[in-house]
């Protein structure tokens, strides 16, 4: 009986451990970021702050400047961010377009960002996800 309390005990923490992208408000931290237009690799901290399906927050800064962006269509579905899997989120806000693609791999975790004005990529930067907070 001890053993299978301690087995259930185990399991129930397992479930709580595993954070879905698409429902759970979670903060991705960046260790620093590179340009893929540039090719220059910058080691500034920032943060992503997504609330489900809803909106993204990208803050710089340690806070001190926060862009909110609107999620209006998503790509995909990543029920577990402790497995392999992405997602791509449009985004809109602060009189951009683009698109916020969340990913793990066997490489690591990763976010690319991109805003584009017309046809024109302005923005496209990669970073490394060095952890993720569920809030």
């Known amino acids: 009986m001890k053993t299978l309390s301690i087995f259930i005990l185990c399991l129930t923490g397992y479930f709580l451990q595993a954070q879905s992208v ?71 806000g602060n009189e951009l377009t683009g698109q916020l693609t969340f990913a793990r791999t066997t490489t690591g975790i990763l976010v690319q960002l991109t805003f584009t004005s017309g046809t024109t990529s302005t923005i496209q930067h990669s970073y490394t996800i060095t952890s993720i907070d569920t809030l």
């Open 22 to 92: 698409t429902t759970q408000t979670l903060r991705w931290n960046a260790s620093g970021f590179k340009d893929l237009v540039s090719g220059e690799t910058v080691a500034v901290a920032s943060q992503f702050v997504t609330y489900g399906q809803q909106q993204v927050e990208w803050v710089q800064g340690n806070g001190s400047f926060i862009s909110t962006y609107t999620i209006t269509s998503v790509t995909g579905s990543w029920a577990n961010v402790n497995n392999d899997g992405s997602i791509v989120y449009n985004i809109a």
